[in-house]
């Protein structure tokens, strides 16, 4: 009988125990985070993808594609990779994705598009991605660096060269990428500027290379024979101050401009008028004439006046430059604190291209002054110069030529390119020098 109500008991008690125990776990609430809580959505259709536009390519870095499919959420929520790379989203419907191509070059790449409400990804899309910079010459050493470049009329890009921060004279690329020595090192270390120019100056029906190099002259550089300690033009009586760039106007006079007081224009046969420019001092790394898009002739100034950067430019009528027509064209201290212009390009749309020591490399500041980053993340620094290729090399696009040299953390031999072409879908403005009959 004892026994009997021992084993009753122990019944009792494992009955309370169970209805206790499913009481408490059927009212807790659920642990989180667990696994099934965040994925709990999963097993909703997955995406699909049908297309991607522009059809069979795009250019890396800087195009924008529209993926067509079903099933995609928000931007939040939608992942695009090519291959491993995770593409920025721009925007998304629940059937179109656009997205920021990657700076990922290449063919057949794989692009998958996920969603995070669903356990699957869409049927990868093959595409392929072309490089909008490319090295441009590709047999330098890891010690070498391209500094001043310049085109003549047949393609041939002068440049001035040195070798572990040493100047070696300037050399000449051909169009089949050949290299070889045009003019030996003279007095200077490198050029900070080089220009050809025909018409007047041309020497024996060729093109005549000039170059400045942040002295008190301009100096006609001459194949194969070292440049003197003597400028073409210059000296304490007519160019009284350094020069660090200059350029050439449609009829045939030079504008130069570098570290003091005034703008000189210097025609062929070398008479020289100055402008006053700064009122106490300036440094100007960048000098440009540029017809714009109204046929008004501009020459632009880039660089530090009187203790402000920014980009400065006058009209010029016949030979000189209009009486009260300065206007700083672009405040570029303001927009980049801290930084330096370095050079100015423009395509004939009436866009200008600043070379600058900016993170960004290359800014880009439309006719109507909006400016931003040009191809950021692609384009790499350290900024030298650069030139508009002075011929065409196909029918939709131009190329401008961009010369570096290693910044302070760049210590791999991968970084021994210095020079690059960026394909540019426009035409770049004239180089007059070039133009000169």
Same mark, same amino acid.
């Given at each position: 009988? @004892?026994k009997?109500?021992?084993v009753?008991?122990?019944?009792?008690?494992?009955?309370?125990f169970f209805?206790?125990?499913?009481?408490?776990?059927?009212?807790? /609430?659920?642990?989180?985070?667990?696994?099934?809580? /965040?994925? +709990?959505? +999963?097993?909703?259709?997955?995406?699909?993808?049908?297309?991607?536009?522009?059809?069979n390519?795009?250019?890396?870095?800087?195009?924008?594609?529209?993926?067509?499919?079903?099933n995609f959420t928000?931007s939040?929520?939608?992942n !695009?990779?090519f291959?491993?790379?995770?593409?920025?989203? =721009?925007?998304?419907t629940s059937?179109? =994705?656009k997205? @920021?191509a990657p700076?990922?070059p290449?063919?057949?790449?794989? #692009?998958?598009v996920?969603?995070?409400?669903?356990?699957?990804?869409a049927?990868?899309?093959k595409y392929?991605?072309?490089?909008?910079?490319?090295?441009?010459?590709?047999?330098?050493?890891?010690?070498?660096a391209?500094?001043?470049?310049?085109?003549?009329?047949e393609?041939?890009?002068y440049?001035?060269?040195?070798? @572990?921060?040493?100047?070696?004279?300037? @050399?000449?690329?051909?169009l089949?990428?050949n290299?070889?020595d045009?003019?030996?090192?003279?007095?200077?270390t490198?050029?900070?500027?080089?220009?050809?120019?025909?018409g007047p100056?041309?020497n024996?029906?060729?093109?005549?290379l000039f170059g !400045?190099?942040?002295?008190k002259?301009? *100096?006609?550089?001459?194949?194969? #024979?070292?440049?003197?300690?003597?400028? *073409?033009?210059?000296?304490?009586?007519t160019?009284d101050?350094? !020069?660090?760039?200059f350029?050439?106007d449609?009829?045939?006079?030079? *504008?130069?401009a570098?570290a003091?007081?005034?703008?000189?224009r210097? &025609?062929?046969?070398?008479? #020289? !008028?100055?402008?006053?420019?700064a009122?106490?001092?300036s440094?100007?790394?960048a000098?440009?004439?540029?017809?714009?898009?109204?046929?008004t002739?501009?020459?632009?100034?880039?660089?530090?006046?009187d203790g402000? /950067?920014?980009?400065?430019?006058?009209k010029?009528?016949?030979?000189?430059?209009v009486?009260?027509?300065?206007e700083?064209y672009?405040?570029?201290?303001a927009?980049?604190?801290? &930084?330096?212009?370095?050079?100015?390009?423009f395509?004939?749309?009436?866009?200008?291209?600043?070379?600058t020591?900016?993170d960004?490399?290359?800014i880009? #500041?439309?006719?109507?002054k909006k400016a931003?980053?040009?191809?950021?993340?692609?384009?790499?620094?350290?900024?030298f110069?650069?030139?508009w290729?002075?011929?065409?090399?196909?029918t939709?696009?131009?190329h401008?030529?961009?010369?570096r040299?290693?910044t302070?953390?760049?210590?791999?031999?991968?970084?021994?390119?210095?020079?690059?072409s960026i394909?540019?879908? +426009?035409?770049?403005?004239?180089?007059?020098?070039l133009?000169?009959?």
């Amino acid at each position: 009988m @004892k026994k009997n109500i021992y084993v009753n008991n122990r019944i009792k008690y494992l009955m309370l125990f169970f209805l206790a125990f499913t009481i408490f776990y059927g009212c807790a /609430e659920d642990a989180s985070p667990v696994l099934y809580n /965040e994925y +709990k959505d +999963k097993g909703t259709p997955g995406p699909t993808a049908a297309s991607i536009s522009p059809a069979n390519f795009a250019y890396a870095g800087m195009d924008t594609l529209t993926i067509t499919g079903t099933n995609f959420t928000d931007s939040a929520h939608t992942n !695009v990779y090519f291959n491993n790379v995770k593409a920025t989203v =721009i925007s998304v419907t629940s059937t179109e =994705i656009k997205v @920021k191509a990657p700076n990922l070059p290449g063919d057949n790449l794989d #692009v998958r598009v996920s969603v995070n409400t669903a356990d699957v990804f869409a049927v990868p899309l093959k595409y392929s991605l072309k490089a909008v910079q490319e090295v441009y010459y590709d047999k330098y050493k890891y010690t070498d660096a391209a500094v001043a470049i310049t085109f003549d009329r047949e393609g041939n890009l002068y440049v001035s060269q040195t070798d @572990k921060g040493a100047g070696i004279g300037v @050399k000449k690329i051909d169009l089949g990428k050949n290299i070889s020595d045009y003019a030996p090192k003279g007095q200077e270390t490198t050029w900070s500027s080089l220009k050809m120019a025909y018409g007047p100056y041309a020497n024996n029906g060729q093109g005549q290379l000039f170059g !400045v190099r942040k002295l008190k002259g301009i *100096w006609k550089i001459d194949p194969g #024979v070292a440049p003197g300690a003597m400028p *073409w033009v210059g000296g304490s009586t007519t160019i009284d101050q350094n !020069v660090n760039d200059f350029d050439f106007d449609p009829a045939g006079n030079i *504008w130069a401009a570098g570290a003091g007081k005034n703008i000189f224009r210097v &025609k062929a046969d070398k008479s #020289v !008028v100055k402008y006053p420019f700064a009122t106490s001092s300036s440094k100007i790394n960048a000098v440009r004439v540029f017809k714009d898009p109204s046929n008004t002739l501009y020459l632009y100034i880039g660089g530090t006046k009187d203790g402000q /950067e920014g980009v400065w430019r006058y009209k010029i009528q016949g030979d000189a430059i209009v009486s009260g027509s300065e206007e700083l064209y672009f405040d570029f201290g303001a927009a980049y604190p801290g &930084k330096s212009v370095l050079s100015l390009a423009f395509s004939v749309d009436g866009y200008m291209y600043i070379g600058t020591t900016a993170d960004e490399t290359i800014i880009s #500041v439309s006719p109507s002054k909006k400016a931003q980053a040009f191809l950021p993340g692609v384009v790499m620094a350290k900024f030298f110069s650069f030139v508009w290729d002075s011929y065409p090399t196909n029918t939709n696009a131009q190329h401008l030529i961009f010369s570096r040299d290693l910044t302070s953390d760049e210590t791999d031999k991968q970084y021994s390119p210095k020079m690059f072409s960026i394909v540019m879908f +426009k035409q770049g403005a004239p180089y007059y020098g070039l133009e000169l009959q």
